[in-house]
């Protein structure tokens, strides 16, 4: 069967985003190839029924593709990018998922017309509940737009940036930002071991009531500070630990400092 799309790259990220399009039946697996070095995760890939190579030359010359996908890490993408030039001269759409790397590196290695598409997504799109924001170049198509968006919309929530500088901040806050929720996790539960509880309660009430307090913020027509208040009884115990919390911007200042180093850390991963 023919292929419609490559993925180069099926680590944590890439994996992530090719079991939600499998799983919800948005491409058949037969018309997916894969290019990944590490056998165990080409293995794991294979798994989902698509075709996998180790290198990029295995892949058969009669594949024309809609789409090819980068989702390697951003410091080795301008020594990756090269073998898949073929498929943008045919008029492949090219999709990025790296951090930094801008649309111009595709341009100058691929083509100055290429179709070239960046995508930040974060890993809840393994389980389509993902957040994924959108740059295209003018040389991306109506079609390949559509191709795209069906696509990684079984990844969960699409969004799309005006300017490519915005990137940046995008990856510091939602495609860096579940590993931070998953620290507040861990560092609630070590909260309430500290308060006596035992520590798998803590780890069970620490999960829960994140996911219960994201789910409803998503759900609610209120907005988040009235969320918060709607816990905080006057003089009652959410409002003795948001004065630690909120005392001083506390925490709003730590959160303001983390997403500030992400974004400079994203800006020079763009050379
Ligand atoms: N992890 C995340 O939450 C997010 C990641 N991203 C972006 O996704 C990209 C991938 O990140 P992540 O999945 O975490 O990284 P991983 O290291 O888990 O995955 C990248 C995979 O690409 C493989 N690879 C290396 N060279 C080639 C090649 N020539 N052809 C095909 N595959 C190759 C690597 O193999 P090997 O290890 O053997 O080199 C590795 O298995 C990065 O650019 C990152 O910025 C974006 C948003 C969120
Ligand atoms: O940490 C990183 O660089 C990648 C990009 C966003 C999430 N993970």
């Given at each position: 069967?023919?292929?419609?799309?490559?993925l180069?790259?099926c680590?944590?990220?890439?994996?992530?985003?090719?079991?939600?399009?499998?799983?919800?039946?948005?491409?058949?697996?037969?018309?997916?190839?894969?290019?990944?070095?590490?056998?165990?995760?080409?293995?794991?890939?294979?798994?989902?029924?698509?075709?996998?190579?180790?290198?990029?030359?295995?892949?058969?010359?009669?594949?024309?593709?809609?789409?090819?996908?980068?989702?390697?890490?951003?410091?080795?993408?301008?020594?990756?990018?090269?073998?898949?030039?073929?498929?943008?001269?045919?008029?492949?759409?090219i999709?990025?998922?790296?951090?930094?790397?801008?649309?111009?590196?595709?341009?100058?290695?691929?083509?100055s017309d290429?179709?070239?598409?960046?995508?930040?997504?974060?890993?809840?799109?393994?389980?389509?509940?993902?957040?994924?924001?959108?740059?295209?170049?003018?040389?991306?198509?109506?079609?390949?737009?559509?191709?795209?968006?069906?696509?990684?919309s079984?990844?969960?929530?699409?969004?799309?940036?005006?300017?490519?500088?915005?990137?940046?901040?995008?990856?510091?806050?939602?495609?860096?930002?579940?590993?931070?929720?998953?620290?507040?996790?861990?560092?609630?539960?070590?909260?309430?071991?500290?308060?006596?509880?035992?520590?798998?309660?803590?780890?069970?009430?620490?999960?829960?009531?994140?996911?219960?307090?994201?789910?409803?913020?998503?759900?609610?027509?209120?907005?988040p500070?009235?969320?918060?208040?709607?816990?905080?009884?006057?003089?009652?115990?959410?409002?003795?630990?948001?004065?630690?919390?909120?005392?001083?911007d506390?925490?709003?200042?730590?959160?303001?400092?983390a997403?500030?180093?992400?974004?400079?850390?994203?800006?020079?991963?763009?050379?």
């Amino acid at each position: 069967m023919a292929i419609d799309l490559i993925l180069a790259g099926c680590g944590n990220m890439g994996y992530a985003m090719l079991a939600g399009w499998v799983k919800a039946g948005r491409i058949p697996a037969a018309r997916v190839a894969v290019v990944e070095p590490n056998e165990s995760l080409r293995a794991r890939a294979q798994m989902l029924g698509v075709s996998v190579y180790a290198d990029a030359v295995e892949i058969p010359a009669d594949c024309q593709p809609k789409l090819v996908i980068f989702a390697v890490k951003p410091q080795v993408m301008k020594a990756v990018v090269p073998a898949y030039q073929r498929f943008a001269e045919m008029g492949a759409a090219i999709l990025s998922i790296a951090a930094g790397t801008p649309v111009a590196v595709f341009e100058s290695l691929l083509g100055s017309d290429a179709a070239v598409i960046r995508c930040m997504p974060n890993t809840p799109a393994a389980i389509g509940k993902g957040m994924l924001v959108l740059f295209s170049n003018a040389h991306v198509t109506e079609d390949q737009d559509t191709f795209v968006r069906d696509l990684i919309s079984a990844n969960g929530a699409v969004a799309t940036i005006p300017n490519e500088d915005l990137m940046d901040a995008v990856t510091a806050v939602s495609g860096s930002g579940p590993a931070y929720i998953f620290h507040f996790i861990e560092a609630l539960t070590a909260a309430g071991e500290a308060a006596g509880l035992p520590s798998d309660v803590a780890k069970l009430l620490a999960m829960q009531t994140v996911y219960g307090a994201g789910a409803l913020a998503a759900d609610s027509e209120e907005e988040p500070g009235k969320l918060r208040e709607n816990v905080t009884s006057p003089n009652g115990t959410t409002a003795a630990a948001l004065d630690v919390l909120m005392g001083g911007d506390r925490l709003k200042t730590l959160l303001v400092e983390a997403v500030d180093a992400a974004k400079k850390r994203s800006i020079e991963l763009r050379d």
